[in-house]
C-alpha cells in the first residue's frame, strides 16, 4: 500500500513538474522522434516523450527521400505510426517537410524538365498533405528556402521553377491540407540578412492571398553564443505580420566548431580530431552549468514573449539521440538537450521548469 501512494505522488510530482505540464499556458512543449522511438524501441525516451512533451516532429520519416522514394511509390508505414503514436497519446503531430532541397529522393534530383519538376510538386504535396490533413496539427510546409545574405537558396527548385515555387507550394498546402496550419522553416532566420529574406518571402505568400500560419525558427545555437538580441528583434517582427512564432529544432552544442560559424546545413562536414571531441566521457561541471545559462537566458526570453511564441521543440529527446553527434564532425560526444544519455534531466531542465514558475 505504501508503495503503491509512493508511486502515485512520484507519478503525480513527475506530471506537476513536467515540461509541457509547466508551460501548459504559455506554449507547446515538443520534441523530435526518430525511427526507434516512433516505433516505441526506445525504452528510455517513451516515458519521457509521453510525460514532458505536448507535440512531437518526425525527424526523418517524411522527408522525401523516406516518404516518397520513386516516383510512384510512397511510404508511409513509419509516418503513418508517428500520427497515431501521436493522437493515441494526445501529442500534437508537426509534419516536417513538404518542400526542402535537401534529402530529396534520388529521383527528384534526376529531373530535367520544369513541367516534371511541377508535376513531382503537385503530386507529393498532393499526396502526403491529404493523407494526414485533420490527422496532424501543422506542416512545416517549405523548410530552407534561404542562402544566408536572405536571397532564395540556389536550389533545383528555384533554378527550375523560379521563385514562384514557394508560393506554388503554400498554394498546394492550403488546397490539399484545408485543416492543417502551415509554416515556412528555416534556421539562423533571426539573424538580420536572413531575417530580412523570410519577412520578404513570407510577405510574398501573403500579397498572394495565400495562407501562412506560422514560422519556425529552427534554434540551432551554440553555448554562450546565443544571439538574444536577434531572436527578441524576430519574434517582434514575425508576430507583427500576424504569423505564430516557435522555436522548432531547438539544441545547443557545447562542442567546438570547425568553421567557427553558425549553421544546420547538413551537407558541410568536416573530419574527426581528438581536440574537436573534449568531453567523450560526460561532461565537465563548469560547460554543465553554460548549457544551464545558455538554456535559462532563452527561456526568459521565451516566456516574456509566451503570447507570440506558440511552440518550442528540442530536436531529440535525449543527449545520445542528438544529430549534433554526428554532425558536423561524426563520432563526437554532444551534449545538447535536456535528457542526459541516460534520459535523466540535466540543470538545464530543472532551471527551465523553474523559469516557468517565476
Ligand atoms: O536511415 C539511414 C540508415 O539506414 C543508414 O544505415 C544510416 C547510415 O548513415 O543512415 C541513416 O540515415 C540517416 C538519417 O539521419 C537517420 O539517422 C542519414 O544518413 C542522415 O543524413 C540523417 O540526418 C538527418 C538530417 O536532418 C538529414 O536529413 C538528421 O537525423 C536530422 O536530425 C537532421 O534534421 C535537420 C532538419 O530536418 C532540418 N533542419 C536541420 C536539422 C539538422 O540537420
Known amino acids: 500500500m505504501v508503495i503503491v501512494l509512493l508511486k502515485l505522488s512520484t507519478a503525480f510530482t513527475q506530471a506537476q513538474n513536467s515540461l509541457q505540464q509547466a508551460y501548459k499556458n504559455k506554449f507547446l512543449i515538443g520534441t523530435a522522434l526518430n525511427a526507434p522511438q516512433i516505433l516505441e524501441k526506445d525504452s528510455m525516451a517513451m516515458p519521457l516523450i509521453k510525460n514532458e512533451f505536448g507535440a512531437i516532429t518526425p525527424e526523418n520519416c517524411m522527408k522525401c527521400e523516406n516518404i516518397h522514394p520513386a516516383w510512384d511509390t510512397y511510404n508511409f508505414e513509419l509516418a503513418d505510426k508517428l500520427v497515431t503514436f501521436g493522437n493515441k497519446n494526445n501529442l500534437l503531430v508537426n509534419g516536417h517537410t513538404l518542400i526542402w532541397h535537401s534529402q530529396l529522393a534520388p529521383f527528384v534530383k534526376q529531373i530535367q524538365s520544369k513541367d516534371s519538376l511541377s508535376l513531382f510538386m503537385n503530386n507529393h504535396i498532393q499526396t502526403i498533405a491529404s493523407r494526414y490533413d485533420g490527422k496532424i496539427f501543422s506542416w512545416d510546409v517549405v523548410n530552407e528556402a534561404l542562402e544566408e545574405d536572405g536571397s532564395l537558396r540556389k536550389s533545383i527548385f528555384l533554378e527550375k521553377l523560379g521563385p514562384d515555387y514557394i508560393t506554388e507550394?503554400?498554394?498546394?498546402?492550403?488546397?490539399?491540407?484545408?485543416?492543417?496550419?502551415?509554416?515556412?522553416?528555416?534556421?539562423?532566420?533571426?539573424?538580420?540578412?536572413?531575417?530580412?529574406?523570410?519577412?520578404?518571402?513570407?510577405?510574398?505568400?501573403?500579397?498572394?492571398?495565400?495562407?501562412?500560419?506560422?514560422?519556425?525558427?529552427?534554434?540551432?545555437?551554440?553555448?554562450?553564443?546565443?544571439?538574444?538580441?536577434?531572436?527578441?528583434?524576430?519574434?517582434?517582427?514575425?508576430?507583427?505580420?500576424?504569423?505564430?512564432?516557435?522555436?522548432?529544432?531547438?539544441?545547443?552544442?557545447?562542442?567546438?566548431?570547425?568553421?567557427?560559424?553558425?549553421?544546420?546545413?547538413?551537407?558541410?562536414?568536416?573530419?574527426?580530431?581528438?581536440?574537436?571531441?573534449?568531453?567523450?566521457?560526460?561532461?565537465?561541471?563548469?560547460v554543465q552549468q553554460k548549457l544551464t545559462n545558455s538554456y535559462a537566458a532563452l527561456f526568459k526570453l521565451f516566456v516574456k514573449y509566451s503570447d507570440k511564441i506558440s511552440r518550442i521543440t528540442f530536436w531529440g529527446v535525449h543527449d545520445k539521440q542528438s544529430w549534433l553527434n554526428g554532425w558536423p564532425i561524426a563520432g563526437r560526444t554532444n551534449y545538447p538537450l535536456v535528457f542526459d544519455r541516460n534520459g535523466k534531466p540535466k540543470p538545464a531542465y530543472y532551471k527551465i521548469i523553474a523559469l516557468a514558475k517565476e
Open 169 to 286: 507550394s503554400f498554394r498546394l498546402a492550403a488546397k490539399w491540407a484545408p485543416h492543417t496550419e502551415l509554416y515556412y522553416n528555416d534556421y539562423n532566420i533571426e539573424q538580420p540578412k536572413k531575417r530580412a529574406g523570410a519577412i520578404a518571402l513570407i510577405k510574398s505568400i501573403q500579397a498572394k492571398g495565400l495562407r501562412i500560419d506560422g514560422v519556425g525558427i529552427q534554434g540551432h545555437w551554440r553555448v554562450e553564443k546565443i544571439p538574444l538580441q536577434e531572436i527578441e528583434e524576430s519574434i517582434l517582427a514575425y508576430s507583427a505580420l500576424g504569423l505564430k512564432v516557435m522555436f522548432t529544432e531547438l539544441d545547443i552544442t557545447v562542442l567546438p566548431n570547425p568553421w567557427d560559424k553558425d549553421a544546420a546545413d547538413v551537407n558541410q562536414k568536416a573530419t574527426y580530431n581528438a581536440l574537436m571531441n573534449p568531453y567523450p566521457n560526460g561532461l565537465p561541471d563548469s
